[in-house]
């Protein structure tokens, strides 16, 4: 890991030095995500084998979840950018087995009805530079932001199995802090709308994360915007990266809405 990131860190570093004189700029939003789940999920616990279990059956549907942001871009020389990113993930599904399954090494029977629930609490705080000079040649019509940032994150995924009168729950999680590579573009041609792209990512040996959304800002006014983009966020975790984590293959498209302001 330490590898991976050190030319990146060398990178970022060497876009500190001062380029000119710049305002405070504080660009704060809001808005909803409409995530959907696919992939597969393996937990093996308690010396039994867990069943590779295939997302799509659990019956998830679309969640709705609320996203917040706030990125501080400061004129101080040398010290990087800021910002923090509020992002979390619910989704519930219900869905009656057609076979039996192993989960955190409990069996549940063919026929038996299921709640599955995917839970991910996260913040992201991460920290940047601006490409020295490239918004001031480009008259505001083009940034880009290489930085560091670090994933604060809550896993949870659980199964609650209904047979007759027996009920029985099972849970996977972990709590990591993930640091991630960062970049982002900026366009904006006419100061009436712009294009944002956000990239983050860690190859982890056998476990990956990769997240990234492209969006579309309308500003009516000059400070104030509205807009809708897409996104996909693929985590693949292997069981050896810590205990308590499944083998999975996971992927979350995502279409988010939202309000802003840009001062």
């Known amino acids: 890991m330490r590898r991976t990131f050190l030319p990146f860190l060398a990178l970022a570093l060497s876009l500190a030095a001062p380029s000119q004189a ?27 084998a867990g069943s590779s279990i295939d997302l799509g059956t659990l019956g998830f549907g679309s969640g709705n ?4 942001k706030i990125d501080i871009n400061h004129p101080i020389p040398v010290v990087p950018n800021i910002y923090v990113h ?5 989704l519930v599904g219900n869905s009656t087995l057609t076979k ?10 063919a026929n038996a009805n ?6 991910i609490q996260q913040t992201d705080v991460g920290l940047y530079y601006n490409v020295p000079m490239l918004k001031t040649a480009t008259a505001g019509m083009l940034n880009v932001k290489l930085g560091l940032n670090a994933r ?17 729950t099972t849970t996977a999680s972990f709590a990591p802090t993930i ?37 579309l800002r309308i500003y009516p006014i000059p400070i104030l ?4 983009g897409i996104g996909s966020y693929a985590i693949t975790l292997d069981p050896s990266l810590a205990a308590g984590v499944p083998a999975a293959n996971i992927t979350f498209a995502s279409t988010h809405f939202f309000l802003g302001a840009d001062f």
């Open 22 to 48: 710049r305002a405070l700029e504080i660009d704060v939003q809001v808005g909803s995500s409409i995530p959907t789940v696919s992939g597969s999920v393996t937990y093996t616990a308690n010396g039994l």
């Open 65 to 68: 979840d609320t996203h917040a």
């Open 86 to 90: 509020y992002l979390p993930i619910d």
């Open 100 to 109: 039996a399954i192993n989960f955190g090494g409990t069996t549940y029977a």
């Open 114 to 119: 299921l709640r599955s629930e995917i839970l």
């Open 152 to 168: 604060i994150m809550n896993f949870n995924a659980s199964i609650t199995g209904t047979s007759g009168a027996v009920s029985k």
């Open 179 to 215: 640091p991630m590579a960062y970049l982002a573009l900026d366009v904006r041609p006419i100061h009436l709308f712009s294009v944002n792209a956000e990239y983050k990512t860690l190859p982890m040996g056998s476990s990956s994360l990769v997240d990234w959304d492209v969006d």
């Open 225 to 228: 915007y509205f807009g809708a």
